[in-house]
């Protein structure tokens, strides 16, 4: 049997793209993993009609989840206009209003907050509908999983923090358990390919008659990289296999990733037992953060040198001033000297080095913004790449990461 679900996300300041959605995705995954179709990941305002509008399009589904407006102040309504959907009355629970206090108490211990606002905020969020399950609270805000004639609702906290903790809890819960254990195994398999452009995989798809397959197959250009996402039930295993058989043959030397695994996952893996070190001028330290983005880097990562003057390049890196003066700041020379400068200064086993126009000034027609020159080496090899980026200078800068981790990747399979 397959269960549909859809989520709702409130918040003025999400709709407004003042705070960027993390959950619906991070629940959608959740849900996914547990065999649940998402069918829907729809976005409100703290608008009570247009909330009861989303409830009222979802409510043909078997589950649907809520994330934000269960806080104190006056716009957070979520569980008002849940329970009114659901025809339940809000009552006071008087034993989870002292468990929330308790948790206000401890956070006036570090701010004076006035005493009589807080304890009217606890107040609040202690009305609860009548017959709701209540999931404790991880932050003020408890969660709530209210029955209705339709679709079970999961109310959830808005910060990702305390939602993806209390989604732990509820799983467990027995209302939730009774609709997520009716849902079947569905399967993901994801490839990534470097590089490779979507029509030529959508002509792929195409060759391989992918539309007729029992699968349900999303491509999607992350980063510059492109991913072919694959969901299908157990019995369509064959098919998949067929599928990822095809496109392994059409496109195997771009493959570089059959398990999920993202490149700075596989760069991790690879470094193993290594160290690095960057030199970088137009990332500004990006090539580091990314680097390091991951738990366990400090295994392999000694540091990173900002240089993004002529001066901080020679006095950092060690690159020469002759050298910078005969073919300009941005040039192969210059990221071979800046990757060379990494290695010997920071004594790692492989210097990356960067250097490039992000943009949108300082752009030339012989170096026109996006130009980026880079260089990846060990004291025996080298990958060195001059590359011409499109988009704004966010994208250059972030661009450029992706195509030097890519460069490292080829250079640790050759070592």
Not at 65 to 78: C, F, I, N, R, V
Not at 151 to 174: D, H, I
Not at 247 to 254: A, I, M, N, Q
Not at 257 to 273: E, F, K, Y
Request: a negative charge.
């Amino acid at each position: 049997m397959s269960v549909r679900a859809g989520i709702i996300v409130t918040g003025t300041e999400v709709l407004s793209g003042i705070i960027r959605d993390a959950n619906g995705p991070w629940l959608s995954e959740a849900l996914r993993a547990r065999g649940v179709v998402v069918t829907h990941i729809v976005v409100v305002g703290d608008r009570v009609e247009d909330l009861r509008s989303a409830l009222d399009f979802l409510s043909d589904h078997d589950l649907v989840l809520t994330s934000g407006g269960l806080g104190p102040t006056a716009d957070d309504l979520t569980a008002d206009v849940v329970a009114e959907w659901a025809g339940a009355e809000m009552v006071h629970d008087a034993a989870l209003e002292e468990r929330i206090w308790a948790v206000v108490n401890r956070l006036r211990r570090r701010m004076p907050f006035e005493e009589e606002a807080m304890r009217a905020g606890a107040r609040k969020q202690a009305f609860v509908p009548v017959g709701a399950a209540v999931l404790e609270p991880v932050g003020t805000a408890p969660g709530l999983l209210v029955s209705s004639s339709g679709p079970l609702v999961a109310v959830l906290p808005g910060p990702p923090r305390e939602l993806q903790t209390m989604w732990e809890a509820a799983v467990s819960t027995s209302p939730l358990r009774e609709v997520l254990e009716s849902a079947g195994t569905l399967e993901q398999r994801i490839l990534r390919f470097f590089p490779l452009p979507e029509p030529q995989i959508a002509a792929t798809l195409r060759e391989l008659d992918a539309d007729a397959l029992p699968l349900e197959i999303t491509t999607c250009l992350r980063r510059g990289e492109l991913e072919v996402a694959t969901v299908f039930p157990p019995s369509s295993a064959s098919a998949y296999a067929a599928l990822e058989a095809g496109l392994r043959e059409r496109h195997g030397d771009v493959l570089f990733s059959d398990d999920g695994a993202t490149i700075d996952v596989v760069i991790a893996r690879l470094l193993q037992g290594r160290t690095i070190a960057t030199a970088e001028s137009c990332t500004g330290g990006l090539m580091a953060g990314r680097l390091t983005d991951l738990a366990g880097s400090s295994a392999y990562v000694l540091g990173g040198l900002v240089v993004y003057s002529n001066e901080a390049k020679t006095a950092l890196a060690g690159v020469p001033d002759a050298l910078i003066a005969a073919h300009g700041a941005v040039s192969p020379e210059v990221a071979t000297a800046l990757s060379a400068g990494a290695r010997s200064r920071l004594e790692a086993d492989i210097g990356i080095g960067i250097t490039g126009i992000a943009g949108p000034g300082g752009g030339s027609p012989e170096k026109p913004v996006g130009t980026v020159c880079i260089s990846v080496s060990t004291a025996t090899d080298a990958e060195e790449r001059v590359v011409r980026l499109p988009g704004g200078r966010a994208d250059v800068r972030d661009r450029t990461t992706t195509v030097t981790l890519h460069m490292l990747r080829a250079l640790l399979l050759r070592a």
